[in-house]
């Protein structure tokens, strides 16, 4: 007589409480402004559906790369001199944990993001991007940690209104004509998205794209076909980044806001370096129960989250360009 075997436990949602509990004691940056992935790919892999065992195995692997957080006497913060310094992040999270404290998750955020989504490429879209993954976690501390990470690295791209709109497929072209800025060789996402915000003729492009019910869904589908067709790193964030505003939206305070995620895309697709494809290379060949399967098992937290986005990005909007995207992250 066969015997059956027990499938390993899966994580639950007290489980990641619990990790995100502990994971307040580590510090949002490390290496200098490498941004701590720690909860976004435990959200992920929860809702990806691993096993509690592979949460935990895969928390404790990462934890070793990270640095404790600085314990500090938190001060009040002030926008005009306090967001956009990466030394206030401390004192922006005792703002937003007191803010959700005294008027809740969702109106804070709300508030948060009146002021925060015109500098949404913040620190390589991972203020925007953590926040989104703590409000999928329901953890008022979690979310209160990824908007002070967004504020503390807070990221304006200058834009103008001047020109007509441009539908996507005149507004890559125009962006690709601008004249490349000089940074340093090794320099970051946030670095060179900064470096193009402040170069000649990118304001007058940038905000150009035009801005109608599908903007933010012809993004995240630019995204997910260039990164199939290139693996670039830098384009990977996009895609994360379109989840999380999508995410977000429910508290959107005013749609037109939202633009100020089109010229950070914009800064991001540059900064990348990689062709634009607005074309599937090829159709996805693998099935999503064997991706997910694969991308549980990944030690990458990019990879997990950029499963995690992809696959959920697929249930709003059908399109194979998500499969495809996370067969490029994960081969035969």
């Known amino acids: 007589m066969l015997t059956k075997t027990a499938l390993p436990a899966p994580a639950t949602l007290a489980q990641l409480h619990h990790l995100l509990d502990a994971g307040a004691a580590l510090a949002p940056t490390y290496r200098g402004r490498l941004s701590n992935h720690l909860p976004m790919a435990q959200q992920a892999l929860l809702e990806l559906g691993a096993s509690a065992a592979r949460l935990q195995a895969w928390t404790e692997s990462y934890e ?25 992040e401390t004192a922006w999270h005792a703002h937003f944990a007191a803010r959700i404290a005294e008027i809740g998750a969702a109106g804070t955020l709300r508030k948060a993001l009146s002021l925060l989504l015109p500098g949404v490429g913040a620190i390589a879209f991972h203020g925007l991007i953590r926040t989104g993954h703590a409000v999928l976690a329901g953890h008022e501390g979690e979310l209160a940690a990824g908007l002070a990470h967004w504020a503390a690295h807070f990221l304006p791209l200058p834009t103008t209104a001047d020109g007509p709109p441009l539908e996507l497929a005149d507004w890559l072209p125009a962006l690709s004509k601008l004249s490349r800025p000089a940074y340093p060789a090794g320099a970051l996402i946030h670095g060179r998205m900064q470096a193009w915000g402040e170069s000649p003729d990118f304001a007058a492009v940038a905000g150009r794209l035009r801005h109608g019910p599908d903007a933010l869904r012809d993004l995240a589908l630019l995204a997910a076909r260039t990164y199939a067709a290139t693996g670039n790193f830098t384009v990977l964030h996009l895609l994360t980044a379109s989840h999380a505003m999508v995410v977000l939206e429910p508290w959107w305070p005013a749609p037109q ?3 100020g995620f089109s010229v950070a895309a914009a800064a991001g697709l540059l900064a990348s370096g990689a062709e634009p494809a607005l074309m599937l290379d090829r159709p996805p060949s693998r099935p999503w129960p064997a991706l997910i399967a694969a991308a549980c098992e990944q030690d990458d937290a990019h990879v997990i989250k950029l499963t995690h986005a992809a696959w959920r990005l697929g249930r709003r909007w059908p399109d194979p360009a998500w499969r495809r995207a996370v067969e490029r992250a994960i081969p035969f």
């Open 257 to 259: 806001l939202a633009r």
């Open 64 to 88: 070793v790369h990270l640095e404790p957080r600085v314990a500090a006497r938190p001060g009040s913060v002030t926008v005009e001199r306090d967001l956009g310094r990466p030394d206030s």
